[in-house]
């Protein structure tokens, strides 16, 4: 249904943007005015203490806070008034902190390495490709073989 987007803001008959849809744009100010406020308020804690904790929301006059363990929590309780003084200088209304002890999520993997082939493997492809009919597949099969020459040779040269 379209009657949550102006009809100003529409200028054809193609699909909405995702930013017009009333429920996912007032989900995005939110999630921002969030974020602002994490930043805002973690930037008055001492160094440890910022990085094992996390502002995770402002709930009536409440602001509810996630620590790595129970050890930062405690650490964050005591910084409580604290917190109470820098959120009401920038204007959240705020009268407690609730500390909540979760894991803070994992850093992203890193990617693997792919593992080179083997010389063996490369000669396994060349006498593949010599017995295909089909010139591209005979290529691409020549082609994988040269990258595990180029791996190998490059592993030897490195000590």
């Known amino acids: 249904m379209q009657r949550d987007v102006p009809a100003s803001s529409r200028t054809g008959h193609g699909p909405l943007s995702i930013t017009d849809v009333g429920p996912v744009a007032a989900l995005a100010?939110?999630?921002?005015?969030?974020?602002?406020?994490?930043?805002?308020?973690?930037?008055?804690?001492?160094?440890?203490?910022?990085?094992?904790?996390?502002?995770?929301?402002?709930?009536?006059?409440?602001?509810?806070?996630?620590?790595?363990?129970?050890?930062?929590?405690?650490?964050?309780?005591?910084?409580?008034?604290?917190?109470?003084?820098?959120?009401?200088?920038?204007?959240?209304?705020?009268?407690?902190?609730?500390?909540?002890?979760?894991?803070?999520?994992?850093?992203?993997?890193q990617p693997e390495q792919p593992k080179p082939l083997s010389t063996a493997a490369a000669l396994h492809l060349k006498a593949?490709?010599?017995?295909?009919?089909?010139?591209?597949?005979?290529a691409l099969f020549l082609g994988l073989a040269s990258v595990a020459e180029t791996a190998n040779s490059r592993s030897r040269r490195t000590p």
């Open 29 to 109: 100010k939110k999630a921002g005015e969030l974020e602002a406020l994490d930043r805002a308020l973690r930037q008055t804690l001492p160094p440890p203490l910022r990085e094992q904790v996390r502002f995770a929301n402002l709930r009536d006059d409440r602001l509810v806070f996630l620590a790595s363990s129970p050890a930062w929590a405690s650490r964050l309780r005591l910084q409580q008034a604290h917190i109470l003084a820098a959120a009401r200088a920038i204007g959240a209304n705020a009268g407690s902190v609730i500390v909540k002890v979760a894991p803070l999520p994992p850093p992203d993997p």
């Open 128 to 138: 593949a490709a010599n017995s295909i009919q089909d010139p591209e597949l005979r």
